[in-house]
């Protein structure tokens, strides 16, 4: 391995930039939320996804397949995404509309992913006081389409600006809606299980009622960041002011995680990126 392999976007990216924000965490359960409104999207998830039985493993194997995309170097990043495109390869599901079988894979389904979790990402960032300019968000865009190129999309297929992802948004809209499956999975989503190692106490009579009360404040501002046409779609949280206080509490969240010991903010993969980059700037300099 290259010991000075800053990967696919490198330390002077606005990527780099912008997943150095613990908020981001918050952002992928967005992600998930709106996601779920795509009812082929869903239907792909629902048939052939453990994530009801696995819940925190899928959250752990996500966030660590983001993190090696943004941090890994060329080929760890590259190897990522070999994985998952043979994974995808494999599965297929039922539309639940036309009973026609298809592929998850689908270049629709997989630039809807990616939208949502890019857009994501952004939105809650700068809502959250990340200071983010119009320049640097369309640069995070473009950047991001080497992401997607790594799970088989065309990257000029791909929204790579602001303006692109609006219109995205704009013409799939018609093709979302609340079904069984996305009312479920937003309620799994609000109040999923507690891994199994925080379970044990709750078994033996420990009170985990304010972690569970936390957790659900999180998911409800999860909820009160997503676009207002997606929350009327979750039954009408479009009120002006519910993105008021969500964008008031995601701030309040930013700054407590922010102060948390950077031990506890930085994980193993960003801290082995930021020592290749300093290799790489010192051999160049």
């Given at each position: ?93 039922v539309?639940p ?6 592929r998850v ?13 890019v ?24 950047e ?15 929204p ?26 937003a ?30 404040g999180v ?12 929350r ?19 701030r ?11 031990d ?22």
């Amino acid at each position: 391995m290259d010991s000075t392999d800053t990967g696919l976007f490198g330390p002077d990216s606005v990527t780099w930039k912008l997943h150095a924000e613990p908020i981001l965490l918050l952002a992928g359960l967005r992600s998930l939320y709106l996601q779920a409104l795509h009812p082929r999207a869903m239907a792909g998830v629902a048939q052939n996804s453990n994530y009801r039985r696995d819940a925190w493993g899928r959250l752990v194997r996500t966030a660590n397949y983001v993190g090696t995309t943004v941090y890994g170097t060329t080929a760890e990043a590259e190897e990522a995404g070999l994985r998952l495109r043979r994974l995808h390869a494999r599965m297929t599901a039922v539309d639940p509309a036309t009973g026609q079988r298809f592929r998850v894979d689908e270049p629709d389904l997989l630039r809807w992913v990616h939208v949502t979790e890019v857009e994501s990402f952004l939105d809650t960032a700068r809502r959250a006081g990340v200071p983010l300019d119009d320049v640097e968000v369309d640069g995070y865009y473009t950047e991001q389409r080497r992401s997607a190129a790594l799970v088989g999309l065309d990257p000029e297929t791909v929204p790579g600006t602001a303006a692109e992802v609006a219109e995205y948004y704009r013409r799939v809209r018609p093709e979302l809606r609340m079904t069984k499956e996305a009312a479920e999975t937003a309620l799994f989503l609000t109040a999923p299980p507690l891994p199994w190692k925080l379970s044990l106490p709750a078994r033996v009579g420990l009170n985990l009622g304010p972690l569970r009360w936390a957790y659900l404040g999180v998911a409800g501002t999860a909820l009160a960041l997503l676009p207002g046409w997606a929350r009327r779609l979750y039954g009408g949280l479009g009120l002006p002011t519910t993105a008021l206080s969500a964008e008031v509490t995601v701030r309040a969240l930013r700054f407590a995680l922010t102060a948390l010991p950077r031990d506890w903010r930085e994980g193993p993969m960003r801290r082995a990126a930021e020592e290749r980059a300093a290799r790489s700037a010192a051999l160049s300099g």
